[in-house]
C-alpha cells in the first residue's frame, strides 16, 4: 500500500517519473492555495530532477552532473519514492514496483519518458552507448575520456541530439576524429536549410566528418557496419530517434491503445488516457502535433494541474483547456555557437547559445536549484 502518513487524504495522486512534465504537475499543485486535502506520491529512482536535454554535455564531458540535478519541493504532502516501476493496472489502480511494494490511487499521472529507438539494427541496443538517462550519460562520458588520441567516435542519428552530442565532443576533445552519420540527405532535416546548412559549415571548419545517406545495417562492439560494410571505432553513440518508455509500450498493447507514428499514446482532449478517466499521460509518452521536448511537457502538466484542481473540487473540466505556447528550439555548437527556430525566425551563431544558455539559467533558478 501506499506509504500515507496519519490520516488518508482525500485525494492520492501518484506520478510515475520526475521528469518535465511531473514535477510541473507537483509544483503548480502544491502552490495551488485552492486545493486541500491531497497527497502526492512521486515515484523516481533518482533523488533529484535531471535537466535531460542538458545529458549530450555530461556525455562529453563539458557539464559535471552535479549541475543538471534539481532537488524535488520539500513539502509535507509530497512523498518520493525512490524506487523503479515494474508494472501499471489501470484496470484496479494500482502500480507495482522493484522493491515489491503495491501503490494505490486516485489520480494517476504517467510521465515515464522515453527510450532509445534502436529501429531493428542487430547489436544497436547491447553494443552502443547512450544519453537517454543521467546514468547511461555519466557511463557514456567514461568510455569517451577513455577513449586514446586520435580514436574514431561514431554518433549515430543526425538529429537535435546527435548534433549537440557531436558539436560539444568536439570541444572536449579536439583530437578525436568524430563522424555524425545520418540516413538522410542532410543533417536536422526538421529544420529550414538556413539553419542545417550553418550547422554543416560549422561541423566541416571544426573536422566533424559528416556521412549523410547512412544505411546502419549492424553493429559489434566498436565496429558499425554502414551499407553493409565494417567500420572500426572506438566508440558508438546512437542518438538515432526515441519511443516510450516500455512501460507505456506495454499498457498500449495490453488496452489497445491508438498511438502516433512514434508510439505515444493518442489521449483524449483532457490528457486522459481513453478508457481511464483516473490516469493522465504526460511528456514523451504523449501524441502531440509537437515533437518532444521540455517545453512540451511543462506546457501538458500545466494543463493536467488545472484540470487535477477542478477535479479535486468538484468542478466541471473546462471546455477547453489554454492553448500550449511553444517558444521555440535552441540547439548548441558548443558553448559559443549555437541555432535555433522561434517561431518563423530563424537564428544562428552566437545569440541562441546565449539564449540557450540564458533560459537553462531561468529554469535551474525558477526551480529551487
Not at 512521486?42 to 557539464?63: I, P
Not at 556521412?211 to 566508440?235: C, F, P, Q, S
Request: with cysteine; proline share 4%.
Amino acid at each position: 500500500m501506499a506509504r500515507l502518513k496519519g490520516v488518508d487524504p482525500v485525494h492520492h495522486l501518484v506520478i510515475l517519473g520526475g521528469g518535465y512534465g511531473g514535477l510541473r504537475v507537483i509544483q503548480r499543485l502544491l502552490a495551488d492555495k485552492e486545493i486541500q486535502d491531497f497527497k502526492i506520491t512521486l515515484v523516481e529512482r533518482e533523488a533529484y530532477h535531471s535537466l535531460k536535454t542538458e545529458f549530450y554535455a555530461l556525455a562529453a564531458g563539458t557539464v559535471a552532473d552535479r549541475h543538471l540535478r534539481i532537488s524535488f519541493p520539500e513539502d509535507d504532502r509530497l512523498e518520493h519514492v525512490c524506487d523503479t516501476v515494474t508494472n501499471i493496472r489501470l484496470e484496479d489502480r494500482t502500480v507495482e514496483l522493484k522493491s515489491g511494494e503495491t501503490l494505490t490511487y486516485d489520480d494517476l499521472l504517467i510521465g515515464l519518458g522515453c527510450e532509445d529507438k534502436y529501429h531493428g539494427v542487430p547489436g544497436a541496443q547491447e553494443k552502443t552507448l547512450s544519453i537517454q538517462s543521467m546514468r547511461r550519460a555519466r557511463k557514456t562520458n567514461q568510455i569517451i575520456q577513455n577513449v586514446p588520441h586520435g580514436g574514431k567516435v561514431a554518433i549515430i542519428g543526425g538529429g537535435l541530439s546527435g548534433v549537440e552530442t557531436a558539436s560539444e565532443l568536439r570541444e572536449s576533445r579536439e583530437d578525436l576524429d568524430i563522424r555524425l552519420y545520418d540516413r538522410g540527405e542532410n543533417i536536422l532535416s526538421m529544420f529550414p536549410p538556413k539553419l542545417y546548412n550553418y550547422v554543416t559549415d560549422w561541423f566541416h571548419k571544426n573536422n566533424v566528418t559528416l556521412i549523410n545517406r547512412a544505411n546502419i545495417t549492424k553493429v559489434e562492439w566498436n565496429i558499425l557496419y554502414n551499407h553493409g560494410e565494417a567500420e572500426e571505432l572506438d566508440a558508438i553513440i546512437w542518438t538515432a530517434g526515441v519511443q516510450p518508455n516500455k512501460l507505456v509500450r506495454d499498457l498500449t498493447a495490453k488496452h489497445d491503445l491508438v498511438t502516433d507514428r512514434m508510439g505515444r499514446v493518442e489521449t483524449t482532449k483532457y490528457h486522459h488516457i481513453p478508457g481511464f478517466e483516473d490516469a493522465f499521460i504526460v511528456g514523451d509518452c504523449a501524441a502531440s502535433e509537437h515533437a518532444p521536448s521540455a517545453q512540451l511537457a511543462e506546457a501538458q502538466g500545466d494543463n493536467i494541474a488545472i484540470l487535477l484542481s477542478k477535479k479535486w473540487r468538484n468542478l466541471p473540466y473546462p471546455e477547453t483547456l489554454p492553448k500550449m505556447k511553444l517558444k521555440g528550439v535552441l540547439g548548441s555548437l558548443g558553448k559559443k555557437h549555437g541555432f535555433g527556430l522561434m517561431g518563423e525566425r530563424k537564428l544562428v551563431g552566437r545569440v541562441p547559445r546565449v539564449l540557450k544558455s540564458g533560459v537553462l539559467w531561468m529554469y535551474k533558478h525558477h526551480s529551487g536549484s
